[in-house]
């Protein structure tokens, strides 16, 4: 039977056991247990109560570097690296001093100075009266374990630093759609749309706004990105929003998991906010837009300067016309070098008729689309703003919440709609005029959209009402260009969408215009 040392003196090194068989053919139970001792895959050492060593496995050589015969007599400070701080030592033994086992790491450097972590359990081993006679040492290279724990808790940290220092709300969802995690910013985000209610009342919102996009991420795990939505908040501008949306897959860390591998998919949201960028664009729309219409408005005061001229024109021309005419049938030969002269002026004015009729601006035909007339009018009001402020006007604007879409074009829409608030701002510019308030009002009636606009300025006279929306005719004589074509352009525009549009004779506060639109002029 092979037995431990009890003291240094008493070491040697034995001859492996597994090379030995008892005589009669059978290992007795203590060469067993020292056979499973020594091929056990633990290093496994055995010391005096000096912690000198007295017995080492195969393993112990395998972790530490050293041989047997290299190790025995000597203590087990040998594996130190020196740098284990000593409250590791002074609980190391102070646990062996009550007859309690100790587990823990210490930092220890095999024979060939390289360095490993030593997952330790250290054990008092008594002998029949209770007496403590050696110490039992296991250990193992949980290098490698610690660098995987290590690197598991760093990206989990850099993945944390991430998430907080991204201004985008991040949240991750379970399968049910309840919120795993969540970064800084999707509560920021939660807080400042829904106040008062739990964050996922958020995600309950974001699945509504993103649609059919999150039902086919929820369902085929399909992956979206820059699907942009925007949320009305009622103050103000309305906030927009760019999501990306992937569905992750997160295997089971539970010990029933290990062969199976069960799958939860989770999906994980990434909300950034593109407000400002789309105020951005949209403010270059807008200029474009002031840009466009300036020139439209250009060509459009061309176009009615030359119409102007040319029923300016006509006149003369008739007259002459009519002095041809008489002369002609007088036929008296006195007449003829004036009637000559006529028939010249007659000509020549009619040339010239020609040529400005040929030289006014062609209108280039616009084809007919789906328009958002609440969108329209709210861009009116954003080209107006600067006249409207420097006016002191104030705005009500009542778009209706479900206006659907007309089919109209819509430039020559924007440009009514531009006229009819510029003909409101100019009327409540006067001085004497010192209510200023321009309300605009949208509602739909059946397959027609109506519209109100009304301001508080001079209004037009009842018996002049009609005469207004005449080519030419203009209440404006404030001393500047006065042109006159309008409310005439407006009747035009209301004309080729079939709609009506007419003064309201009952308001006497000012001016109020009733414009309807079918939603479809060719139906
Ligand atoms: P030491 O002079 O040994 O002492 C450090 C502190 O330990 C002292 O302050 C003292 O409070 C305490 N101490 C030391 N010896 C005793 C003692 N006999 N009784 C009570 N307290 C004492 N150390 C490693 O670094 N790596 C190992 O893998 C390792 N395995 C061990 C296995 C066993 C079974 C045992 C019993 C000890 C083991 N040790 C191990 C501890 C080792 O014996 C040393 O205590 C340690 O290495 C510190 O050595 P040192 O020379 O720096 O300091």
């Not at 007295?54 to 040998?78: D, H, M, P």
């Not at 939660?190 to 309950?204: F, T």
Request: hydrophobic fraction near 40%; charged fraction near 25%; glycine fraction near 6%.
């Amino acid at each position: 039977m092979r037995k431990i040392p009890i003291t240094a003196e008493e070491v040697s090194v034995p001859e492996r056991a597994a090379t030995e068989a008892h005589p009669d053919g059978v290992f007795l139970a203590d060469e067993v247990f020292f056979q499973a001792v020594e091929h056990s895959p633990v290093a496994i050492s055995i010391t005096d109560l000096k912690a000198n060593i007295l017995y080492v496995n195969r393993a112990f050589t395998q972790v530490t570097g050293y041989t047997e015969q290299e190790v025995l007599g000597k203590n087990e400070s040998i594996l130190s690296n020196h740098t284990t701080p000593r409250i590791a030592y002074q609980a190391l033994w102070g646990r062996l001093a009550q007859q309690k086992s100790w587990s823990g790491m210490l930092l220890n450097r095999r024979k060939d100075e390289r360095l490993y972590l030593a997952e330790l359990t250290v054990a008092p081993l008594l002998d029949e009266s209770g007496k403590t006679v050696h110490y039992l040492g296991m250990h193992r290279d949980g290098s490698d374990m610690h660098q995987l724990e290590q690197r598991v808790i760093n990206q989990r940290q850099m993945m944390e630093s991430i998430l907080n220092a991204v201004p985008s709300a991040v949240v991750l969802l379970d399968e049910s759609k309840s919120i795993v995690s969540s970064n800084p910013g999707f509560m920021r985000m939660a807080s400042a749309l829904m106040p008062d209610v739990p964050p996922d009342a958020l995600v309950e919102m974001l699945a509504f706004r993103l649609g059919n996009a999150f039902q086919q991420l929820v369902e085929d795990g399909r992956s979206f990105s820059d699907k942009e939505f925007s949320i009305d908040t009622g103050a103000g501008q309305p906030l927009w929003y760019s999501c990306f949306g992937t569905r992750i897959d997160i295997r089971g860390e539970e010990a029933d998991g290990f062969f199976e591998q069960p799958v939860k998919h989770c999906i994980l949201l990434m909300v950034t906010d593109i407000t400002d960028m789309r105020r951005r664009q949209e403010e270059v729309r807008l200029n474009a837009l002031k840009a466009l219409m300036a020139e439209e408005d250009l060509v459009q005061g061309m176009r009615e300067a030359m119409n102007g001229a040319i029923h300016q024109l006509q006149g003369p021309v008739n007259l002459m016309e009519m002095a041809v005419n008489m002369l002609d049938r007088r036929n008296d030969s006195r007449d003829s070098a004036v009637l000559s002269a006529l028939q010249d002026g007659l000509k020549a004015g009619r040339r010239a008729l020609d040529n400005l009729e040929r030289s006014i601006p062609q209108d280039i035909p616009e084809s007919r689309k789906p328009v958002n007339v609440n969108e329209l009018l709210r861009e009116v009001l954003s080209l107006s703003t600067k006249r409207l402020l420097s006016n002191g006007i104030t705005v009500n604007w009542n778009p209706s919440l479900q206006l659907p879409a007309l089919i109209g074009r819509e430039q020559r829409l924007r440009s009514m709609f531009l006229h009819l608030v510029e003909n409101a701002v100019d009327a409540m510019s006067g001085r004497d005029v010192s209510n200023r308030e321009l309300s605009i009002e949208t509602s739909s009636e059946g397959e027609r959209i109506d519209i109100t606009i009304t301001d508080t300025g001079g209004g037009i006279p009842v018996d002049l009402q009609v005469r207004v929306f005449e080519p030419f005719f203009t209440t404006k004589t404030n001393g500047q260009v006065v042109r006159g074509m309008g409310l005439a352009m407006v009747q035009d525009v209301v004309t080729d969408h079939s709609g009506m549009v007419r003064i309201d004779s009952s308001y006497t506060d000012g001016c109020r215009i009733l414009l309807q639109l079918p939603l479809n002029p060719l139906r």
